[in-house]
């Protein structure tokens, strides 16, 4: 079955640097991508997704792209702020609707 | 437009009580995902259910735990007989009907079960 890897697992930045967070899956028929955002005690909130037809999509300061060959897909926020802090956790699956696999989540910090 | 609604948010039970979590979803969803997330973890799948139907159930284990989505009403997660191991957050996510390409999943606030 499908297996995600996420890295790292803290991340700590100055508000307003860029912040890049990696994922690798193993399963080449998943073709859904995407990333969830989780505040302490809330909700996992999708932020961004990507399917397996583009290499690049883009949402104000939030970016993702798609290497399908390499099997990995980052996500990119610019100018970071302090909201920006909190759990950061990748995923995929394959077509239809089917279960999502996540990664095991990144902890972002942005100091202000 | 509500989202996925979850209740109980938390939940105590002591060792070998039952614990029933409800999930319903997004308007016009008809899919329903149960997720857990131990502390400092990602989530794991365990249950996919259409209305009526249990599709996928590959992650759940095999022994105190049912799933269900009636034709009226939410969908339940039941535990039966909690151990301290149960203690987690169980979240739900809905998704409306099938695109090839794979469907965005909304998640429920969850359910916290904190087991004595």
């Known amino acids: 079955g499908e297996n995600v890897e996420q890295h790292p697992s803290t991340l700590s930045v100055q508000e307003g640097d860029s912040a890049v967070i990696k994922c690798t899956y193993s399963d080449s028929a998943s073709n859904y991508f995407p990333w969830y955002k989780q505040e302490l005690g809330k909700r996992p909130q999708l932020i961004i997704d990507i399917r397996s037809n583009v290499g690049e999509k883009k949402d104000q300061r939030i970016a993702v792209t798609l290497n399908k060959t390499a099997k990995h897909f980052s996500l990119h926020i610019t100018e970071t702020q302090p909201e920006d802090s909190a759990v950061y956790f990748c995923?995929?699956?394959?077509?239809?609707?089917?279960?999502?696999?996540f990664g095991k989540g990144t902890r972002l910090s942005v100091i202000a | 437009n509500a989202g996925v609604m979850q209740n109980p948010r938390h939940l105590v039970r002591r060792r070998g009580q039952e614990a029933r979590l409800r999930c319903s979803p997004m308007k016009g969803h008809s899919h329903v995902y149960w997720y857990r997330q131990l502390p400092e973890e990602g989530l794991k799948f365990m249950v996919y259910?259409?209305?009526?139907?249990?599709?996928?159930e590959s992650g759940m284990p095999k022994e105190r735990f049912s799933a269900e989505f009636p034709k009226e009403g939410p969908s339940i997660l039941r535990i039966q007989q909690v151990v301290r191991g149960d203690s987690a957050a169980y979240f739900c996510?809905?998704?409306?009907?099938?695109?090839?390409?794979?469907?965005?999943?909304?998640f429920g606030p969850g359910t916290r079960l904190t087991v004595l």
């Open positions: 996510a809905s998704s409306p009907s099938g695109l090839a390409g794979g469907n965005e999943q909304f």
């Open positions: 259910l259409q209305k009526e139907n249990i599709i996928d």
């Open positions: 995923a995929a699956s394959i077509p239809g609707n089917t279960p999502l696999v």
